[in-house]
Nanobody
Framework: QVQLVESGGGLVQAGGSLRLSCAASGVTVGNDAMAWFRQAPGKEREFVAA????????YCAASVQDRTIVSRDNAKNTLYLQMGALNPEDTAVYYC????????????????????WGQGTQVTVSS
């Protein structure tokens, strides 16, 4: 049984930073693509960042790419998201996602490419 458990969310002041963790069980972090998405109230879930384990490449949304790092710890089977220069527009529930099979790079940005999802962790950025 695959489980993804996010942690690290909370209340952050504008200009601050966050580090989210996604602990995976039942799926090996190093096998296929894993990603972070976020969903703000009244909005669709949107791509934030992803890690492709075949190429070791990282992908970030244009809105966050200059201030975001996505990384993994294979020994801990954990995916991380570090984001700085936070602003109120970053307020959302952040979700970790994992694919059950290979995801082509052109599809790495879409929720439909991922089979497993965590419960989400709330990040609130105050102005």
């Amino acid at each position: 049984q695959v489980q993804l458990v996010e942690s690290g969310g909370g209340l952050v002041q504008a200009g601050g930073s966050l580090r989210l963790s996604c602990a995976a069980s039942g799926v090996t972090v190093g096998n296929d693509a894993m990603a972070w998405f976020r969903q703000a109230p009244g909005k669709e879930r949107e791509f934030v960042a992803a890690k492709d384990y075949t190429t070791r490449a990282s992908y970030c949304a244009a809105s966050v790419q200059d201030r975001t790092i996505v990384s993994r710890d294979n020994a801990k089977n954990t995916l991380y998201l570090q984001m700085g220069a936070l602003n109120p527009e970053d307020t959302a529930v952040y979700y970790c996602a994992a694919a059950a099979s290979k995801v082509q790079v052109r599809n790495i940005y879409y929720t439909q490419s991922y089979d497993y999802w965590g419960q989400g962790t709330q990040v609130t950025v105050s102005s």
